[in-house]
């Protein structure tokens, strides 16, 4: 079993910053992806930035240039800094782990980009 708990979410002024951590416990397997994901309310969940199997990294259109993804392996950890955010940023953003044929997912964590 693979757990995924992610932290650093929180309520934000458009134009600032917040840093998501997503750290893996349990029995991981050989990773093949990891990432995260955001769900908007009313909206379908959509890809917000990944590792690929090859080591190289995907990003959606709408936070390219804004957002960093970066990991640490020795930690299966993944992380997100998020600048210059929108108001249209705001989301649950859910970290995910791709390995032995299956996607693990965390549980989410806000964002709320509110003046």
């Known amino acids: 079993q693979v757990q995924l708990v992610e932290s650093g979410g929180g309520l934000v002024q458009p134009g600032g910053s917040l840093r998501l951590s997503c750290a893996a416990s349990?029995?991981?397997?050989?990773?093949?992806?990891m990432g995260w994901y955001r769900q908007a309310p009313g909206k379908e969940r959509e890809l917000v930035a990944q590792?690929?199997?090859?080591?190289?990294?995907n990003y959606a259109d709408s936070v390219k240039g804004r957002f960093t993804i970066s990991r640490d392996n020795a930690k299966s950890s993944v992380y997100l800094q998020m600048n210059s955010l929108k108001p249209e940023d705001t989301a649950v953003y859910y970290c995910?782990?791709?390995?032995?044929?299956?996607?693990?997912w965390g549980q989410g964590t806000q964002v709320t980009v509110s003046s």
């Open positions: 995910y782990l791709y390995g032995g044929a299956q996607n693990y």
């Open positions: 349990g029995s991981i397997p050989s990773i093949n992806g």
């Open positions: 590792f690929t199997i090859r080591g190289s990294t």
